[in-house]
């Protein structure tokens, strides 16, 4: 691995200018992803998960904006770059996955001319080469017959295959850098098993860095291998996807991870967190998370919650729970 | 402990065929679907009868001829003893139709935005003619939330909440059995939670029997008492919550278990299951799972597998053992 990290994101804030108030989707977000790493970003709704990853591909709707903090790909600045520049960064350096594999494609572009285009764009190959590039990248995620497929229209694959062809679209001009919005969520059990590990493979072989957006803890354990845990725009813990998953040092990740049904298997009833997440006009003084924290006190009412850096870099917490607290729980 | 569902033989044909004129000219054949394919199985008073299965394997059509929203192609449910389709008693009919109840997934949808929610709650009563007096804000504080939110709009509440309305809305006309079509499949995992601890409180309290579909194997595990596996319209293994997780038969229900991610699964390279689920409208002969099926042999691909029991499990394989 090299020192500077594909990606980098700097005390980035997103706000969005209302009629009853300035909204902060994103607030003081920071992290790395290196070459080859999955980092997965997880967070209910609402938490700015999305809005993050859009920001970072510069495809915010407008009026949501950047206000401050940086992000750096592969340490050149590109939070103020133009349309038209960032227009030539997507899909050569950054791909995008999205959730719903039909509204990524176009249904009128048979997926040859659509993979064409993208090669064609960004690299510089003539016509038949990128029609031999485009084929070869539909039999790398595992389209069968690809060359006959490749003059289909995207209704005519099923949601697995077609999930498959947005993979091959975004990985085809090979960018350093893949940012997989829900990748799987509207896929059944089965084929999302596919998908994640042909998405591992591909990242993997070809050392690109993935941003693995998504709400499910499972997913997130199979495929990360560090995970930002987001609440209320902020990041709560970042960390290693194990030490996050098994050790939770914010009392939100903690929650989180036991109001899971698995976590929670052989209980009568779930742990929950209670109440919802708060909207982000009506955000509680302190930290965001503390009316719905077992382990609030006067400082987390008072005080605006701290930042991962300021702490221990893993847990954005006046009051972290311990890492050890399950061994001695056993003990 | 007696049956209070009975499904016998169940199966739906949908029609998709192209209309009569583009069949004629453009010579095509009739197209039919079958949703749900001669499934049988019962369910207990007071107990969670799971369906489980992929998109397209029949689940929620199964959930909606049982409360009467879809007719059986063949076949019946027996509710309390009695069968919607055929009973000809309109009291018998009238009955049985109260204690049947359903929550659908999509709370978002499946409240009126134009309704205040006293009004949505109390319909199921009121449109029978019963007494809906302080009813909804009775119902409001057993899910959870306040009798003032009563005089609200659907739209004024969050997705949990939502679905805390939804589950007011079918006790109103005290049921004794909810079918609940992914009931928790749109909200988040902490939101979850707390419907599905609400849920088990509920049935606790008022001895309800649930029908609960839904494609989570993990809430599918909680919640369940009885679970069916279904694939591609037919029930391909059925047994307690506990045997089936623990020794899971048919090996489409061990290639589901596989590819269900895991919390403690860090790395874990699992060997992707081949293939997609088949087109129901020419499905594969015989074993509808063969084609994906590591353990098919050259006769699953002729005969079809009848059910048959292995201890506690019904299973529909050939070769399960």
Request: with cysteine.
């Amino acid at each position: 691995m090299t020192d500077t990290p594909v990606l980098s994101v700097r005390n980035l804030v997103v706000e969005i200018p209302t009629r009853h108030g300035l909204l902060r989707p994103v607030d003081d977000v920071s992290y790395d992803i290196e070459a080859g790493e999955i980092l997965g970003v997880v967070g209910e709704s609402g938490a700015g998960k999305s809005m993050t990853g859009n920001a970072v591909i510069g495809l915010l709707d407008p009026p949501a904006r950047i206000t401050s903090g940086e992000i750096l790909l592969s340490g050149q600045p590109i939070h103020n770059l133009g349309r038209s520049a960032l227009r030539r960064l997507r899909g050569k350096k950054m791909g995008m996955i999205f959730q719903d594999p039909l509204t990524s494609l176009n249904p009128l572009l048979t997926v040859g001319e659509q993979l064409s285009e993208t090669i064609r764009e960004h690299l510089d190959v003539s016509h038949d080469q990128a029609r031999k590039r485009a084929v070869a990248a539909l039999e790398e995620v595992g389209i069968p017959a690809a060359s006959a497929r490749i003059n289909s229209y995207p209704h005519e694959f099923s949601g697995g295959m077609r999930q498959r062809v947005v993979i091959a679209l975004a990985l085809c001009a090979e960018p350093d850098l893949v940012i997989a919005d829900e990748p799987t969520t509207a896929l059944d059990v089965s084929v999302q098993a596919q998908i994640m590990a042909l998405l591992k493979r591909l990242c993997r072989e070809r050392g690109v860095a993935v941003m693995l957006v998504t709400h499910d803890m499972g997913v997130i354990a199979e495929a990360a291998d560090r995970v930002a845990v987001m609440y209320a725009g902020r990041l709560a813990e970042l960390g290693g996807v194990r030490e996050v998953l098994t050790n939770a040092r914010h009392p939100y990740t903690d929650g989180l991870m036991a109001s899971t049904p698995l976590a929670s298997a052989g209980l009568k009833r779930l742990r929950q967190i209670p109440g919802a997440m708060p909207r982000l006009g009506a955000l509680p003084t302190g930290c965001a998370f503390h009316p719905r924290c077992e382990y609030a006190q006067d400082r987390c009412r008072k005080d605006p919650g701290p930042t991962i850096d300021s702490c221990d870099g893993r847990a954005a917490c006046w009051f972290p729970l311990a890492t050890d607290r399950k061994e001695e729980a056993q003990a | 402990m007696s049956a209070i569902i009975k499904v016998e033989h169940l199966t739906r044909v949908f029609d998709v065929s192209k209309p009569l004129l583009n069949r004629v000219i453009e010579r095509l054949p009739r197209a039919l679907l079958t949703a749900v394919s001669d499934v049988s199985f019962e369910i207990e008073e007071n107990s969670v009868y799971a369906l489980v299965g992929e998109s397209g394997s029949g689940k929620s059509t199964i959930g909606k001829i049982m409360v009467g929203l879809v007719a059986p192609t063949e076949g019946s449910v027996q509710i309390s003893g009695v069968d919607l389709a055929s009973e000809t008693d309109a009291a018998k009919i009238e009955a049985v139709r109260s204690e049947i109840q359903m929550i659908f997934q999509d709370p978002f949808a499946s409240l009126n935005p134009r309704w205040r929610v006293r009004d949505v709650i109390a319909e199921p009563v009121a449109a029978k003619g019963g007494d809906t007096t302080g009813l909804a804000e009775k119902l409001l504080e057993q899910v959870g939330l306040s009798a003032a939110d009563a005089g609200k709009y659907p739209h004024e509440f969050s997705g949990g909440q939502r679905q805390r309305i939804c589950i007011a809305r079918a006790l109103a006309s005290n049921p004794r059995i909810i079918v609940c079509d992914e009931p928790t499949s749109a909200l988040d995992v902490s939101v979850q939670a707390q419907v599905l601890n609400l849920m088990s409180d509920l049935r606790e309290e008022l001895g309800l029997t649930y029908l609960f579909i839904s494609h989570d194997l993990t809430v599918v595990q909680h919640m369940a008492d009885r679970i069916g596996v279904l694939y591609l319209g037919r029930l391909v293994e059925e047994a307690p919550r506990d045997v089936l997780f623990n020794d899971p038969k048919h090996p489409y229900t061990q290639m589901l278990f596989a590819a269900a991610p895991k919390m403690d699964g860090f790395g874990r390279e699992i060997e992707a299951p081949k293939g997609e689920i088949p087109d129901a409208i020419n499905p594969p002969t015989g074993c509808a799972f063969h084609p994906r099926c590591p353990l098919a042999v050259e006769r699953c691909s002729r005969e079809r597998p009848e059910m048959r029991n292995i201890g506690k499990t019904r299973v529909a394989c050939h070769m399960a053992e």
